[in-house]
Structures are given as C-alpha cells and as structure tokens.
C-alpha cells in the first residue's frame, strides 16, 4: 500500500484509533503522543521536526522529538536520512513493535526539496561481510520529481 493510501486509510484518526495504534506498537497513547500521531497521518510525505513544530503549537519541540523518538524505537515511524532538511519522519506500515515490514526506498527531488516515498520499489538485497547484523536500510534516490520536470519545459 502507497503511504498516502495508508495515511488516509487512517484518516479521520480519531482519538479511538491512535490509541489502538499507540498500543499496537507497544507505546502508552498520552495526549502528545497522540497530538504528534495525528500530525504525521495528516502529512502526505514525510515531515521533518520542524514542521511537525510549526504545526503542533501547543507542543514544544522537546517533547514531539521523545514523541518520535519512541514511535521509531517501536516501529510506528521510519527516519529518513538524505534531503535539504536533514532527517524526516514517515509513518510506518508495520503492524509489530519488534519489525519493520515496510522498508522503501525515497526520492529527494533537489528542485521542489520534497521527499517521496517508492513503496512498491524494492531496496536492493546488499549481502553483508560475515559478523555483520542488518537492522534497517535507508536508500536516499536523487534527482527531480515529474512535477519539477513538466515544469521545466
């Protein structure tokens, strides 16, 4: 399932259903929590801190980062490395706290400095050295995105 058909499967995320998702993923639903969990179902690509700052107002930027930092220790949020911004938070499609069943790959168009989720591509199969223990993958594709590219011509 793409992420936006995902977040808005989720949509309207009632206070019922973040609780059920906090709890899914092993986390205690608290008001923040569920203020930050919102958020990121709201937003259609993935969201830095700062803008989920300037959309949480009644938040301070301390606490949504614990937020996310628990939902990615628990599997409801992925950390996406590689754009203008630096690090960006994406909801995850897992349903288990202990794994990620939905490692993509993501496109940074260097035109628009949107990020983009490639769920139905695969990330490349890379066979580790011996001793070597794969927890996650994070594979940053740049270049620029159809809309910047008919804007061009």
């Keep these: 399932m793409h992420f936006a058909q995902f977040a808005l499967s989720l949509h309207p995320m009632n206070e019922a259903k973040c609780t059920g998702l906090l709890e899914e993923h092993g986390i205690k639903p608290t008001a923040n929590r569920i203020v930050v969990l919102k958020e990121l179902v709201k937003a259609l690509h ?4 700062s803008e989920l700052e300037y959309k949480i107002l009644s938040i301070d930027k301390s606490n949504i980062f614990r937020a996310l930092t628990l939902f990615k220790e ?3 949020v992925h950390v996406i490395e590689g754009g203008s911004e630096g690090v960006r938070y994406e909801l995850c499609h897992s349903h288990d706290n202990d794994h990620d069943e939905d490692i993509h790959p993501h496109f940074y168009c260097e035109e628009c400095q949107q990020t983009f989720c490639l769920d139905y591509t695969e990330v490349p199969n890379v066979k580790l050295p011996k001793g070597f223990e794969q927890k996650s993958a994070n594979l940053m594709i740049k270049g620029i995105c ?8």
């Excluded at 159809?146 to 011509?153: E, G, L, S, V």
């Design 46 to 49: 993935p969201i830095t801190l």
């Design 146 to 153: 159809p809309d910047c590219k008919t804007n061009k011509k």
């Design 74 to 76: 628990h599997h409801l």
